[in-house]
């Protein structure tokens, strides 16, 4: 196991911690491929009743770690496979996913939350989705589910212009369940998850099936994303806003555009 992916079962339940506060959790691709493992492996053990995502030290996720994203942009889709691999295990998940967000999710920080069963977070936890702004598309199945969820209108503001918005704003549009006090977050989680654990398996398993978007049409959106955004990997505009990032400065697309 990946030492940035910590699991833990206590009475049917894995709770799985990215502790990686350095970076604000950031994902690196051994550590994609470790979620994958551990939301799959839940899936085949009939011990397990019911799974929660949460981060440290005041982070959910950053998203993308910067290094790992460069070599993902050097090699393409062929690059990305642990992506994908977690992308599909949220996807296809049999048993109920119960996130608690504290502090930062950004990117898939924020994606992953559209696969979630219930979502809790701290009032002062930021979301963003800021695949425009650096050049990219949005991933994760998150330009089908994310309109589905608040809105074509609602989507568009967010992807589009990729604004950071707070817990209020993610509760009032169904990405979150519940705002719960920093210290009561992963209480109400694992309250939540026994309550669960205490039902009806196969009914709970069925009805969660029966409330899940279409895990293959899922997928296909998430392809789809994955070649637009194979594409944009190549574009002026990503050069320029990975040159920004590294330098410290706002990005100059214009420039880009005009080969500046």
């Not at 970076?23 to 979620?35: E, H, R």
């Not at 048993?95 to 009032?123: E, Q, R, W």
Request: glycine content about 8%.
């Amino acid at each position: 196991m990946n030492p940035h992916i910590i699991t833990t079962i206590d009475e049917g339940i894995l709770t799985i911690r990215i502790t990686r506060p350095e970076k604000k959790n950031a994902l690196t691709l051994a550590m994609y491929a470790a979620l994958a493992d551990a939301i799959r492996g839940a899936g085949d053990d009939e011990s397990v009743c019911a799974i929660i995502l949460t981060g440290a030290d005041g982070a959910f996720s950053a998203g993308n770690d910067l290094n790992d994203f460069l070599s993902v942009a050097a090699t393409g889709l062929s690059g990305a496979t642990p992506i994908l691999a977690f992308i599909e295990s949220l996807a296809r998940a049999r048993k109920p996913l119960i996130a608690a967000v504290d502090g930062v999710a950004v990117g898939i920080g924020s994606t992953l939350l559209l696969h979630c069963d219930f979502v809790y977070a701290s009032p002062s936890s930021l979301f963003r989705f800021p695949f425009v702004d650096l050049g990219l598309v949005p991933e994760a199945g998150s330009s089908l589910l994310l309109p589905a969820l608040a809105g074509r209108a609602r989507a568009a503001e967010l992807l589009m212009l990729g604004d950071a918005f707070d817990s209020a704003t993610a509760e009032r549009i169904g990405l979150v369940t519940a705002v719960v006090e920093p210290d009561a977050l992963l209480p109400r989680a694992m309250e939540t998850a026994r309550r669960l654990s205490a039902k009806p398996q196969a009914a709970l398993l069925a009805t969660k099936a029966l409330l899940r978007s279409d895990a293959d049409a899922v997928m296909e959106r998430v392809m789809t994303e994955a070649r637009a955004f194979d594409t944009c990997l190549r574009t002026p505009e990503l050069r320029e806003a990975v040159t920004a990032f590294r330098e410290g400065r706002k990005p100059d697309f214009a420039r880009a555009r005009r080969g500046g």
